[in-house]
């Protein structure tokens, strides 16, 4: 295996804001393209000053959806995240493990919400 990739979030977004869901889908193009290659890639958080859970779903979450969980263990790592942002990253994680093990039921329940609030007697 060669040299590992390193994905600067800062780089890839331009900006020290990784709030926008479209932001985190430049990274995941990045992180998609190096898991396909087993490759190993390291995703700096380096110069990051605002994080928001919709840029980490489409940054990272969604590779639970093509990837299994020791495939993406074993070739990302993180660097340089604060632990506000090592929790926040770990929530996004769980729940896309939820969402990819069973997406229809996920759906369902979340219709089930959805409409429960919408209900006014």
Do not use: W
């Not at 869901?21 to 995703?43: P, S, W």
């Not at 958080?45 to 495939?71: C, D, I, K, P, S």
């Amino acid at each position: 295996m060669s040299e590992n990739i390193r994905i600067s979030m800062f780089e890839v977004v331009g900006s020290p804001f990784c709030v926008a869901f479209d932001d985190g889908q430049k990274v995941h193009k990045h992180l998609d393209a190096a898991l396909r290659a087993n490759q190993e890639v390291v995703l700096s958080f380096q110069n990051v000053t605002a994080l928001t859970a919709a840029f980490l779903n489409a940054a990272v979450g969604q590779l639970y959806g093509t990837f299994n969980e020791e495939h993406i263990r074993s070739l990302l790592k993180i660097k340089d995240a604060v632990p506000d942002d090592i929790s926040l990253l770990g929530r996004v994680v769980d729940d896309a493990k939820l969402y990819f093990k069973d997406p229809e039921r996920y759906k369902q329940i979340i219709q089930e919400v959805l409409e429960e609030e919408s209900y006014e007697p």
